[in-house]
């Protein structure tokens, strides 16, 4: 048996999906539904959105939280000593999650690979350690994945899809069943200039509306959307989950209206098999060259981990609570089954995120790194 050794640093600015008990007076349904949706949008934002700059390589990534499996010499074999650690950093939020069943067994010592595993709340962060050397596979939204390969000129490999679309619309209105009855309306989205702006206008143009049929509305932030539907039955919001889910418990009155992953589905012509995507893994080449063994395994282990949070939804969500990734086990089941938590890769992966990333380029140039990532991108087993 492997010995396992956590070492825990406070992250700062952690917010999580659940209030804590106080003395203030009872808060009003839209202070209530602010509250939830500013939780919500810590575990999002960072997952929806793609860096201007890369940080500094001394970022706030150092205080994270860490969890790392340490070989033990009386347990193992000699040569087990010469597989690498397998440095490994995610999001607080649905890329993650599917990573949990692989981080319990890391700690209980029954991986394959050894495993040190870190958890931030902002992409920079993770783009900044694998830039550094000093992170060796991270979990990122897909488009800061091709951003990060063009700044770093080809640095990195993307080795699976581990989350498609978290996007959806939510209102009181119940009546909209398509985006063409979107014609003439308003719907309400945070962050301008973003994946979610992008991916909407794609889907409204591909069912044959113009930017003049809708209005969109743009927030600051996600809370501010979520306050404009707990007071507006008319009003239509995208939101990303689990923010969709925090929303929801804390105004029932509102329902999911439309999953915008299954509006992209059924827009693919003939032949087209891109997806929404939201999250893909990528490795730092060096370590690539160095250990294929070591990434190859991991692929195995990844798979297998989402595949159990998809099939065992009531563990893994304790799993996921327990890693802070969200603060409530019942928000976790709530949320994951609209998760879109997968397992993609070869040929499929590619298939799925270049057209995505293509889509993306179409919208912003920029917002896919300037230009679109080459063959070498993709690692195909």
């Known amino acids: 048996m492997k010995k396992f050794r956590t070492i825990f640093i406070a992250a700062a600015g ?4 659940a209030g804590c008990a106080s003395s203030r007076p009872a ?8 509250a939830a949706a500013e939780a919500a949008t810590a575990a999002t934002s960072a997952e929806t959105t793609a860096p201007e700059t890369m940080a500094a390589e001394g970022s706030a990534a150092e205080e994270s ?34 990573l949990v069943q692989l981080m319990d067994a ?26 550094s050397d000093k992170a060796d596979i991270a979990l990122l939204p897909a488009n800061v994945a091709s951003v990060l390969y063009s700044k770093t000129n080809g640095k990195v490999s993307v080795i699976d899809i581990n989350t498609l679309g978290v996007l959806y619309l939510v209102s009181a ?3 909209i069943t398509s985006l063409e009855q979107l014609k ?8 301008k200039g973003t994946t979610p702006e992008y991916t909407l206008r794609y889907l409204l143009s591909a069912s044959g509306l113009s930017e003049q049929d809708v209005t969109l509305e743009f927030k600051s932030e996600a809370a501010e959307v979520a306050s404009v539907l707990s007071e507006d039955a008319s009003a239509i919001g995208l939101l990303p989950q689990p923010f969709v889910t925090a929303a929801i418990a804390q105004n029932d009155g509102l329902s999911v209206i439309m999953d915008m992953t299954e509006v992209w589905d059924s827009l693919q012509t003939d032949g087209e098999k ?15 060259e160095a250990h294929p063994e070591a990434v190859d395994t991991f692929l195995k282990e990844h798979e297998a981990s989402i595949h159990f949070t998809n099939e065992d939804v009531a563990a893994s969500s304790e799993m996921i609570a327990a890693a802070g990734i969200v603060a409530k086990a019942p928000l976790a089941a709530k949320a994951l089954p609209y998760c879109n938590i997968t397992f993609l890769s070869g040929e499929e992966m590619k298939a799925a995120l ?24 993709y690692y195909i087993p």
């Open 14 to 17: 952690m917010f999580l999906l």
């Open 65 to 98: 939280t860490t969890a790392k499996n340490a070989g033990d010499p009386s347990a193992v074999s000699a040569d087990s000593f010469e597989r690498p650690t397998v440095r490994v950093g995610g999001l607080k939020g649905p890329t993650t999650m599917g």
């Open 27 to 34: 808060a009003t349904p839209q202070e209530t539904t602010t």
């Open 106 to 131: 890391s700690q209980s010592g029954v991986s394959e690979n050894d495993y040190e595993f870190t958890m931030v709340t902002a992409a920079d962060e993770l783009t900044a350690l694998i830039a």
């Open 173 to 175: 209105d119940t009546s």
């Open 274 to 288: 891109s997806r929404l995507v939201t999250g893909v893994t990528i490795v730092n080449n060096n370590f690539l």
């Open 184 to 191: 003439g309306r308003t719907i309400y989205l945070p962050g």
């Open 354 to 377: 270049s057209g995505y990333l293509s889509v993306l380029y179409s919208q912003n140039p920029d917002s896919v790194g300037g230009k679109l990532p080459d063959d070498a991108f």
